[in-house]
């Protein structure tokens, strides 16, 4: 990919200011994508939430109208044809409950997980590693100063080599995690376009695939309407018609 | 209509234990009634809160991919691209959370204004109705009382007359009270069949004119994923060719 801002690795074991400004900038951009993705994420949340909410009160519409013939209603008076229309419409909402259902694990699938991986995976892991390259960091610092003080003291031997080997193990650690540290952060430059693309994708993906439509929904349409109100208002055409 | 039951206000004024036991079933059906409509009552705002949450979240999603141009990433390589791709996005997502908005209207007028009309008004009609005749038959009673004690102990005739009076008056306001009630109860037999039926239909109506379908979404159908795709992937092909 080029065009792409890359925190140059080999300059780690140098560890220049002018590195150390670089890895600031990116620092940065690491905050303000983090700080965008989050607010992504919840605002998906929401919609994730919501989608669910819908799913599971449609789900409730459909059980009450089912639980209308168990009803005790001491007044019952033709009730048959108030059960089965109201099972009629149970039927189709239990299918657009469904709908709703298939919809939620969709938007679970295609645009939660993708974005809960970069927000938990990716975004933490920077986060982890700037902290263990701060206390490699401090380690480093502490030791160097250590031996800078042990010169002008003049210490045997036996200090002096454990203080150099301290100053030694100490940049090695410093040397790894800044390695590590600088790959997370080129490789978030990588994946931050993706990470925000790809649960968009699926969000849009998914209200297209949506199974609401007619076709999949076969019950729900105008014609289904103009069919009840038909097979309703037939008995009592009949009713006319033999009374002619 | 046939083979609705009522309760007949001519018996009102004998006001006989007959009247009173079926005064009762009545009152037992409105209860019946009141119940079962205060479930489907909570079942749809779940619904509507839900569709009203899910507007909201869209619309916020399509908010945040606007601001995208407006935040301040350090590292802003080709940004145009994800920019205008981006900008594209929030269109398409801000026509769904129009149409999620519409369908909220549509559920508030054809599916929350009956249900919670029906709740408000005839429901709380009849319980209001219920303690007003409850407190003349209270009131009748002991003038009644007051009556019979009063015919032993043969008081003057002013406190006699002023006693009878009083009986006619509460008799006549309970009467009037208890015809009020019986009308009430009767209202709600005609009216309970729709009143469950209008809410659902005004669900389902809004759910078959969902305008969240390819005919008024125009943007979001697979076609226009394949354009934007190829509208993309047209400047690497020319670049290709040219290449050549």
């Avoid at 007044?75 to 259902?101: G, N, R, W, Y």
């Avoid at 250590?146 to 203080?163: A, F, H, I, P, T």
């Avoid at 199974?211 to 929904?217: F, I, Q």
Wanted: aromatic residues 8%; contains cysteine.
């Amino acid at each position: 990919m080029p065009g792409i801002d890359k925190l140059p690795i080999e300059e780690t074991f140098e560890d220049s200011p002018q590195t150390r400004s670089l890895l600031g900038v990116f620092e940065e951009d690491a905050a303000a994508i983090s700080k965008y993705s989050q607010q992504l994420f919840q605002a998906m949340h929401r919609i994730y939430d919501a989608q669910n909410e819908l799913s599971a009160a449609t789900h409730l519409t459909s059980k009450l109208l089912k639980e209308y013939e168990k009803q005790r209603f001491p007044l019952c008076c033709d009730d048959e044809v108030m059960s089965s229309t109201l099972q009629q419409f149970a039927k189709v909402i239990d299918e657009l409950s469904s709908c709703h259902a298939v919809l939620s694990t969709q938007l679970a699938d295609a645009m939660m997980f993708p974005i809960t991986q970069f927000k938990e995976r990716d975004l933490k892991e920077i986060l982890t590693l700037k902290e263990v390259f701060q206390i490699a960091s401090d380690d480093h610092d502490m030791a160097v100063n250590r031996y800078s003080r042990l010169s002008k003291r003049r210490d045997n031997e036996k200090v002096k080599g454990e203080v150099m080997e301290d100053v030694y193990t100490s940049r090695k650690k410093q040397h790894q995690t800044m390695m590590h540290y600088f790959t997370a952060l080129n490789t978030l430059q990588y994946k931050k376009k993706m990470s925000l693309l790809e649960p968009l994708l699926g969000y849009m993906q998914a209200q297209v695939h949506q199974p609401m439509t007619s076709s999949t929904c076969p019950t729900l349409t105008p014609a289904w309407f103009l069919s009840t109100a038909t097979s309703h208002a037939r008995p009592a055409t009949s009713t006319l018609a033999s009374k002619k």
